[in-house]
Every structure is written in C-alpha cells, then in structure tokens.
C-alpha cells in the first residue's frame, strides 16, 4: 500500500469519531472538541450507539449509518471492541483509521490476538492504520487538530513524528513557549501498521515540510525505514533522538564482535548511512531542524568565534573540543587586518574577543574581515548586554553580512545571551534566515550537528574508485556448511573458517589440523619453524582465555611437549570440553598493528560489519565503528576513519597502502557477508597489518544450522540491496556489435556525464524535457548512486572500448512496489539498432520479477519513435497536456515479442 493512501490523515475531508463523548475529560470528548469550532473545515460525525447528540452534535450509532463517505475514522473503546470496529470501518469503505486506544500487545497474550485480528481485516479491506496506542495526527495548517490534546500548535515546516504520546503532549507545550511550528504532528503509537518509513516517504514530498523529525525507540522495518531515509535525506533533514542507548548485545559470549558491537552503535550506524542527524536532546532536535534549513551546511569541523565576552567565548570554545570540532587557525592575513582595527588588547587569536565596549560597528568591521578568512567552515557571534553595542543594532549588521556573504557557503550562527532586546533581536535573526540561541553551547551543537549532517550527505554524494568484487563461490563452501549443519555445529573450525577467506581473496596465515603430537610434528616441517600451536574444541569459544594458544615453537620435542599441554589445559580448564587436536600456523614475527573485522547478525537491522582495535584486549580497548553491507572503497574508507587505530594505520598521511588495502579487504569481506545468509557472525582477530599488507591470523566464523539446513532466503539479512548482478547480460545488436547490459554502480559516474554530453539537443530534450548544458556532481550522484530497493538503472556498454556507456534504461518504483516509471535515452549513433527496444523490455521483465503491477512513462509528443515502440509493447497512450503523452501499461497485457 503506498504513501497515497496516507494523505486522507492530514487532509481528511470527513472523518467518524468513534467513542466520541459527552463525560468531562474523556479521550472520546476531548477528540470530538479539538475538531469541532476550532476552524477545520471538513465534517466531524460522532459515533455513539448510546446517545443521539454527542457535544451538540447529531451522533450515529455505527459507522455504516453516517449518510456521507468517510475519509477517516479516529477509534477510541475499550480494546476488546477494536476488531469489530475496524470491520465495520472496512465494510463501510473506511480506509483510514486512527487507534487511539491502548491493551494491546503491552497487555498479554489476549492484546496480541487482538492485533492479529487487526491486522487481518487490515490486509483483507486495504486499510491503512495509525496506532494502536497513538495520541492521534495534527496538520496546523487546516487547523486539523484529531488528538486528545488541547495545545494548538502553530504552522511551520517541521514534521514530528513520535513512537511516545506523553513526549508530543510535553514537546507541544515546549514549542508554544519557543515559537516553533509544525506542519504535522503524528504520534505512531505501537506501529502495528503505518510506521517511520512509511511517514518519511510521505512527507519526503510534502510540500509544506522541510524538514523531519523522529523520536525513535525501536524500528519495526528496517529496510523500509533505511530506504525512505537514503532516499529524502538529501532533499530534506531528518533528524532523530533515539531513546534506549545502553541495551547489551545477546552475542557477547560468542564473539567479539558481538561482545563490541551493541545495539546502539548498529543503530548510530544505521543513522549514519541515511544521512540522518542524531542528536542527543529534544531541544537540539528543534534546534537542528530549522537551522539545516536556514544555513549552508559547514564543509569543516573549524569554528571562528566573534565574542565580546571572553568567559563565553572560553565556554563556546569547551563546547566545540568536547565535541570533537575545532577552532579556526586564522590565516596571516585576517589577523594582521583585525590588528589594524582593533585595540591592542583586544584578542585577534581565535575566539576574537572584541570586549564590552565594542560597538555594532566594531562588529561589521571584524566580522567582515573573518568573513572572508578561508579556512573557516563557519563562524559563531556571541553578543552579552554589557557594553556599547545595542542588540538589536547588532542584529540589524549581522543580517545584513549574512545577505552580503551568503554565496560564501558557510553558515553564520548566533548567540544572544539575555532575554529583553536580546530576545528581540533573537527574533529578528530568525527572520532573517540566521540560526539565533540564548547559549553559546546550543549555537555549538547545532553547527556540530550541521557539520554531522554534511558528514553522512557525504557518504550518498562521494563517488568511489572502481573495486569490482564478482567471486566464484567454490562449491566447497556450500558443502562445509552443509557437514556442519547435519553435524549440528554452530561454530566451524579455523580450517573451515580460512577457507572462506581465501576463496574471496582475503589474505590468511597457513594452517593445518593435528589430532595427535606426531601429526602435529609433520605439520610443522610443511609450514615452518617458529610455529603456533592452538587448541582445538567446538567447546573453546576464545582460546586465549582458556590458556589455549602456545607461541614461538622452535624444535620438535617442544612441539610434542605443546601438544600434551594444550591437551592437559583444555582437559583442566574446561572437563566437559572435547579435545580434538591442535591448530598448526606459522609464528608472524614481523611487528604489525593487530585489528578486528567482524561481522554479526543484528536482531532489526541484519548483518553488520564491524572494524576496530583487534587483539586479547580488544573488548577492553574497545576501539570499533560499525557498518552495512554493501561496502564500497568510499564506505570502507569511512568505517576505517571511525576507529582511533585509525590514527595508526594512516601515519599522519591522507592515504597509506595499508589503508588501500584494508578497504579492498572490507569490501571483499562484506561480499562474503552478502553471499552467504547462513552466516550469523565471523571474528578476524586479530587481522595484522605491516607494510601495505596483512594476514588473518584467527578466524571464527558462526553459522545457524537450521538455515544451512533449510535454505536461507538471500538478502533477507540486509537492509541495503546489493548490487543487482544478475541482471547483467550481453545482447549482440542489429549492426553486430555487442553490449554489457548491466545495472548501474556508483563508479559509473564519470562515464554516465560522458554519455549525457554526447547527446544531441534532440536526445537529450526528449530524456529530460530540456537541454541540460552541464550536470553537477550532486545530479549525477543521483542517477548513479541509487537505492536498489527502489530504483534500477540499467546500462549499455560497448564491448569494444573501454567501458564506454551507450544507453540507459532506468525504473523507479512507487513506495508500494506496485507502480513504476522508467525512461530511456541512447546514444545518437547507436539509435536504431535495436537498443532502445531492447532496454525498454529489460526493464519491462525486471518490474514483473518485482512485483511490480502497472508501468508508465511521460513521453514528448514529438518523440514519435518511443511513442511507436510503445504502442508496440501494448502501452495505452492517453495525452497528458499540449505537449506529453502517458505511456501506461498494465504488465500481464505486455507483448515482448
């Protein structure tokens, strides 16, 4: 069901109020108050079996009996009544449908047999539901008020959107007192149906929104929400509070990984590859959403502060270090000009303390001057009413040289500490565009948070250097998971566990199994003294606890003495445990750094992938970022740059080899974790690196043996849809030569750019309804780097240059998967050869392999040579104004021949 659907909540012509109340202080009274003479225009039809006249207001015992259709019904009864309620609702062609009642699953068992029956005539009569537990929606702009509170919020751009009913009760009454309006307000209640990501992908295109707020406590669908997320967070903030930081992992005692990685930190790393802002405080979440729409984002984490008061401009300055941002160093020739307009005491060092008995015209002098300063990425000015300078007045100079600067790219914040003229000129500043707070500290989060947001946009924006990862799967593999699911295993051997690496290029250590001393001297004289021997037992999770690792092994009578004494030690440490010989590598002597690559099976968002400080202390340290497969070098790049080993690995430089190898090593690891399901964690520990290259040394990798032996469902573990490569094939055209069809990467970019400028005026007016002189890096990121859950872009490439990009064919689904759009465009000199055809019916195969019900197209009158191919498929051709016509075609009528 698609976003459509959702729009009769906030814009509700009709709507049923069933509970509704004439009992002082009930919730069914005060819904039907908020919605009758408060200003909303659309009728309100109480629903009371028991009375007549409900608040005046002639009432109606069901919803079947209102004489006029409803737009939406707003449920508030006792629990055991709901079911009923909502099919009646369906029978009477009520499709939307607020619960606000609560004894749901919260309550027992009996609430989760309810929510079933819910959800049952939800899916039969195609309702969509918000609740159960809701407070209920708000759209101040229709003066649409359909919840149980009183507080009228006033318009604004923000949606708000709350998993807590008491947390929107205590944020309205925050943002009457603060001025700050909203352009909807939903609390999601339990989410037993609408969710986050159905409302992000609602008012992603919602006009009245600029910016989106979340207070999040747990995500029901990860890979919707990601996808919505990834898909408008370029176009619009989305900034979230996440409650519930501290709750441990459940797979500490299997793995490291999972030991290190918790819930919160999957979550933050969620967050980070949406490009969403996390903040820490309701407050900063108000604060971030109307400054991200006010400012440029910073391009930097350098501050210049412009203070006439040195104890705040000390605070401000804590504020940013604690937060890991950093002062501008002012260039040479900025604080020569301050020097030669300020008095000698006067600070010209960062923060620029231009002290109490500076005037608004001593402000204009120095904030033009650091204005213009390159090497900062924004600039905060803190006024305090103690001298010469008049807040308003100061305000009135600020905003004038924030419209003088504004191509500058950097963002101007503010702080006027006192209430008064300073609150005034707080106001005015808002006006104007310029963020305004009554704490340097609040000014400080907010450019840090902003510089956060530009930070994760980064991650969508950047474009990767090629690193094709397309392994063979030995079949080997598939048969070692197999014999160990019918074992009954969980964890596989180190042997096993190598095998796997090596197969996807990951280099690691040699290694060979022992069950007996002599065995174990044999293995030795094939790998080489020194050597180390591990004990092995399906028992022994982490050997190093259980003493069960002996280094440094130089002859064969210490080989044998090692063997007995593992043997012993298991035997001593763990007496159920069952020894089944040892592990034979080679001693690294050489002096590394030792790290962690990891992975684990999150219980909401799938597999991740973990990086960090590796070694025995490694829970100790616990240095380790967390990302999502699919990686990239980019990607990669960036959970590397996440760890302070980091710090390590670079040597001062913006790129070593062992950093290149390292992000060639995640991201064939991350494939692995993408081609094998069965895969629930895998610990690299320690992973050592030296002179531009490493070695997995230990190896652990966790299987669910059920999946293994009942088939596991690919990409059901991942929230991000890899890359497509079965859709990859090679057609040969009518003149001969031949093409790679495959689908669009990231990489792609520059040769795309490429195409687009080959186009004729022609081709390229016919693709995008104008000639399109230059495409932005921004633009062409678009097109290139794409959420495969949503979108497909297929590409021709000529199979006789390099790669060069000849057509594209591309789809983009509607949010329910049930409707598509797609386009093409090819080369001039490759028209007429069948490609365009061609593309056209790959897409046509690709959008029935998902679902998808019904295509279309809006296509130029003039184009008569897609129109004809068009009309030969089986599309309908309707006009759609003067100068478009609507291809539409129902997929079950295509004619592909």
């Not at 070692?480 to 019918?486: D, F, Q, S, T, V």
């Not at 993408?674 to 690299?684: C, G, L, M, Y």
């Not at 990009?805 to 509607?814: E, K």
Request: hydrophobic residues 40%.
């Amino acid at each position: 069901m698609g976003v459509e659907k959702l729009d009769r909540f906030f814009n509700p012509r009709r709507i049923a109020v069933v509970g509704a109340s004439d009992r002082d202080n009930s919730v069914g009274a005060k819904l039907l108050k908020n919605l009758i003479g408060v200003g909303y225009k659309g009728a309100v039809y109480p629903v009371n079996p028991f009375r007549p006249i409900v608040q005046g207001v002639t009432a109606y015992p069901a919803v079947e009996k209102i004489p006029r259709r409803v737009d939406m019904a707003i449920v508030a009864t006792p629990a055991h009544t709901i079911p009923q309620i909502i099919k009646e609702c369906g029978e009477a062609g009520i499709s939307r449908i607020i619960i606000i009642s609560a004894g749901f699953r919260e309550a027992g068992e009996e609430g989760r047999d309810l929510e079933d029956q819910i959800l049952a005539l939800k899916e039969e009569y195609g309702l969509r539901i918000i609740g159960p537990n809701s407070l209920g929606v708000m759209r101040p702009e229709v003066k649409l008020n359909a919840t149980f509170t009183n507080m009228a919020p006033i318009p604004g751009k923000i949606a708000f959107i709350s998993q807590s009913a008491a947390l929107c009760s205590s944020v309205l009454d925050w943002a009457s007192e603060a001025n700050v309006g909203f352009s909807a307000i939903v609390s999601v209640g339990s989410m037993l149906d609408v969710d986050f990501g159905d409302l992000i992908d609602y008012f992603g295109t919602d006009r009245q929104t600029k910016s989106i707020v979340l207070y999040i406590e747990s995500i029901k669908d990860a890979r919707k929400f990601m996808s919505a997320a990834r898909g408008f967070a370029r176009a619009k903030p989305i900034i979230v509070v996440k409650a519930g930081k501290f709750k441990e992992s459940s797979e500490a005692a299997i793995c490291h990984t999972g030991a290190l990685c918790g819930e919160d930190s999957v979550y933050d790393a969620a967050f980070k590859r949406a490009g969403i802002v996390r903040v820490d405080r309701i407050l900063d979440l108000f604060n971030c959403a109307e400054n991200l729409a006010m400012q440029p984002n910073p391009n930097g984490p350098n501050l210049t502060i412009i203070t006439n008061a040195g104890g705040p401009g000390i605070m401000a300055t804590d504020s940013l270090i604690g937060r890991g941002g950093a002062l501008s160093r002012l260039a040479d020739k900025t604080v020569k000009s301050l020097n030669e307009i300020l008095p000698t005491y006067c600070s010209k060092l960062n923060p620029v303390d231009i002290l109490e008995e500076a005037t608004s015209e001593r402000f204009r002098q120095v904030l033009e001057i650091c204005l213009e300063d390159a090497s900062s990425n924004g600039f905060l000015v803190i006024y305090t009413p103690q001298g010469a300078s008049d807040p308003i007045q100061t305000a009135e100079v600020i905003v004038d040289l924030a419209h003088r600067y504004a191509k500058s790219g950097k963002p101007i914040l503010t702080s006027l500490m006192g209430e008064g003229d300073c609150r005034r000129g707080r106001d005015l500043l808002r006006q104007n565009g310029i963020p305004a707070f009554s704490t340097p500290e609040e000014a400080v989060a907010t450019f840090m948070y902003m510089w956060s947001y530009a930070q994760n946009l980064e991650l969508l924006y950047e474009t990767p250097e090629e690193l094709t990862v397309e392994p063979t799967t030995p079949a080997s593999l598939r048969r070692i998971l197999r014999k160990a699911g019918k074992e009954g295993r969980k964890i596989l051997s180190e042997p096993e566990s190598r095998q796997f690496l090596e197969a996807y290029g990951i280099p690691a250590v040699k290694s060979e199994v022992a069950t007996t001393p002599q065995e174990a001297v044999e293995a030795v004289k094939r790998i080489g003294y020194p050597a180390v021997m591990k004990a092995s037992s399906p028992q022994l999770i982490h050997k190093s606890r259980a003493s069960g690792v002996l280094l440094n092994l130089r002859s064969e009578p210490e080989i044998k003495e090692a063997f007995k004494e593992l043997r012993q030690r298991v035997k001593s440490k763990m007496p159920s445990a069952e020894f089944s010989g040892v592990i034979i590598q080679p001693m690294v002597m050489e002096h590394g750094i030792e790290l962690l690559i990891g992975a684990k099976r999150d219980s909401q968002f799938g597999s991740v992938v973990v990086f960090g400080t590796g070694g025995v202390a490694t829970e100790f340290l616990n240095d380790v970022n967390v990302g999502f497969p699919p990686l990239n070098r980019i990607l990669a790049r960036r959970l590397i740059e996440g760890t302070k080993v980091h710090n390590l690995l670079s040597e001062g430089e913006e790129e070593t080899p062992v950093q290149r190898h390292l992000e060639e090593v995640l991201v064939k690891f991350s494939q692995l974790i993408i081609d094998f399901p069965e895969i629930t964690a895998v610990d690299i520990n320690p992973f050592i690196v030296s002179k531009g290259s490493g070695l997995a040394v230990d190896t652990r990798v966790v299987i669910d043996h059920n999946a293994v032996l009942n088939g596991a469902r690919p990409q059901e573990h991942l929230i991000i849809t890899p890359y497509p490569k079965k859709y990859t094939t090679k057609w040969k055209l009518r003149n001969g030569r031949g093409v790679l069809i495959r689908p669009i990467r990231p990489e792609d970019e520059n040769r795309l750019r490429e195409l687009f400028h080959s186009l004729s005026e022609e081709s390229m007016r016919f693709r995008f309804f104008q000639v399109i002189r230059e495409m932005s890096h921004e633009t062409m990121t678009r097109y290139c780097n794409i959420d495969y859950n949503r979108e497909i872009a297929i590409i021709a490439e000529d199979q006789t240059t390099k790669g060069e990009i000849v057509g594209v064919a591309r789809l983009i689904l509607q949010p329910d998967r049930r409707k598509g759009e797609f386009a093409v465009v090819v080369e001039d000199q490759w028209q007429g050869q069948g490609l365009g055809s061609g593309l056209v019916k790959q897409i046509i195969e690709i959008s029935k392999e998902l679902g998808v019900d019904t295509l279309s197209a809006d296509i130029l009158t003039s184009n008569r040579k897609m129109l004809n191919l068009c009309k030969r498929i089986g599309f309908d051709l309707k006009t759609a104004d003067d100068e478009t016509q609507k291809a539409t075609l129902k997929l079950s009528e295509a004619l592909l021949n």
